[in-house]
């Protein structure tokens, strides 16, 4: 998707405005961290340059030490906890929306699906749809798996 986005967390006291840049299409995740971290079946996300990114309103930081290594901080709403965004030192400079939080969220059909090897196995794919049963390793693999936004 092209241009501007906006959006913000559940209660409105987060807003922000993604500027049009480097950014990758929307994929879903159905990794077993994303399951326990919105207490759903999967997320969806859209990598970006942070530095796109003007967010107003007070966000605190949770922490997160994934299995790879990677250190995460997941930057959500101080008041409601909606999350919005995360960033990993695995992608230097990057960012991952929580594509819920945009406010044409319906618009934004993933790309791609990521760790389909922990999906539940009640959630059906679309016919045709791009799987991997891991995750790309590098911004290079990301980009041939999802593609630029």
Not at 64 to 91: E, F, L, V
Not at 114 to 133: F, H, N, T, Y
Request: net charge negative; aromatic share 8%.
């Amino acid at each position: 998707m092209k241009g501007e986005l906006t959006g913000g967390c559940l209660c409105g006291a987060v807003r922000y405005t993604l500027r049009e840049g480097l950014r990758l299409n929307a994929y879903a995740c159905h990794c077993t961290d994303c399951q326990s971290r919105t207490g759903s079946a999967f997320s969806e996300h859209m990598l970006f340059a942070l530095a796109d990114l003007a967010i107003t309103g007070e966000l605190d930081i949770g922490e997160y030490d994934q299995p790879s290594g990677a250190h995460s901080r997941i930057y959500g709403c101080a008041k409601c906890k909606a999350r919005i965004y995360a960033t990993n030192d695995a992608r230097e400079g990057m960012a991952s929306l929580r594509c819920g939080t945009l406010d044409n969220s319906a618009s934004f059909v993933p790309a791609g699906h990521v760790w389909v090897r922990s999906k539940q196995p009640w959630i059906g794919l679309p016919e045709g749809a791009r799987v991997m049963d891991e995750q790309p390793r590098s911004t290079e693999e990301w980009v041939a798996f999802v593609g630029l936004a």
